[in-house]
């Protein structure tokens, strides 16, 4: 099947073969994560749709919307290979009307962790995708779990407001020294890169130790030992579904989550583990 390019609602009501619509949305530089969120797409649903929009609204002031890597043909290349069926790359005016007014509220969950050291960004995520889920109507929309909170922030909305999509969350893609992908590795110098191991590491180290103290402390050692280039912005272990710090006596699921600035380049990582498993 060719693969159609969608800039509008009315493209993407053209593609549309009936069956059920699988949704990967993404802000394009496609590396292989997105890959992987492709392929687990493809096993869910009749028709794939891979949605690429920088989005303007989920960048504060001072972050990088302007210099985000995009790379269009790169792009579709990996989308043919994967067997996209639709690729929905609308532009910032065929997404948000000029004299816009309503947009959706993240609450306090948007303020905590990743939200309160980029005021704003979870409005923007929340907003660009429950437009999306509305123009392009899938059954099931597929996102990493490297962004965790964004994750968990999507599913609150979804079961909020009570949007008829399903939401699967797919395992972080890593190098095989454990960097975790991302479209803005590309930033990092070699030697940046060395010192950007220090999170993976950090995460690593601290899900094999038993108690919610000695997580944190074992993680922060490998944090403070990376040197000067890297700034850590957080370090939390949180409830997965809330994002709360979770306390001592703590079971069940939990997410040991980063973020650090390595040179210019901001980072965030995390990991899944289970405490006080009964
Ligand atoms: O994870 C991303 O790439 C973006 O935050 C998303 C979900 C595509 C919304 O712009």
Redesign the pocket.
């Known amino acids: 099947m060719e693969l159609i390019v969608a800039r509008n609602r009315e493209g993407l009501l053209k593609a549309r073969t009936g069956g059920e619509v699988a949704l990967v949305?993404?802000?394009g530089a496609l590396h292989e994560g997105h890959r992987s969120l492709i392929r687990l797409a493809r096993t869910r649903a009749d028709q794939v749709v891979v949605?690429i929009?920088v989005?303007p609204l989920?960048f504060g002031p001072t972050e990088d919307f302007s210099r985000y890597p995009r790379t269009f043909d790169a792009d579709l290349e990996v989308c043919r290979a994967e067997g996209v069926d639709v690729v929905f790359h609308p532009s910032a005016e065929d997404i948000y009307l000029p004299d816009r007014q309503v947009s959706v509220h993240s609450g306090r969950m948007g303020e905590i962790v990743e939200g309160a050291a980029r005021p704003g960004h979870f409005d923007g995520?929340l907003t660009?995708?429950l437009k999306l889920f509305n123009l392009v109507q899938p059954h099931v929309a597929i996102?990493?779990q490297k962004?965790a909170q964004?994750l968990a922030m999507i599913r609150r909305m979804v079961a909020d407001l009570d949007v008829p999509v399903e939401i699967v969350g797919a395992p972080t893609v890593r190098e095989p020294d454990g960097l975790a992908l991302s479209s803005r590795n590309r930033y990092l110098t070699a030697e940046d890169r060395q010192v950007a191991l220090a999170l993976s590491r950090a995460l690593h180290k601290g899900a094999a130790e038993p108690t919610p103290s000695r997580i944190r402390a074992a993680a922060r050692e490998i944090l403070d030992a990376a040197g000067p280039r890297l700034f850590v912005d957080y370090l939390v272990l949180v409830d997965p579904a809330t994002f709360a710090e979770v306390g001592e006596s703590h079971a069940g699921p939990a997410v040991l989550a980063v973020a650090a600035t390595v040179g210019t380049t901001r980072l965030i990582d995390n990991v899944t583990l289970t405490l006080n498993p009964a």
């Open positions: 949305p993404t802000m949605s929009f989005n989920q995520v660009v995708v996102f990493g962004d964004q």
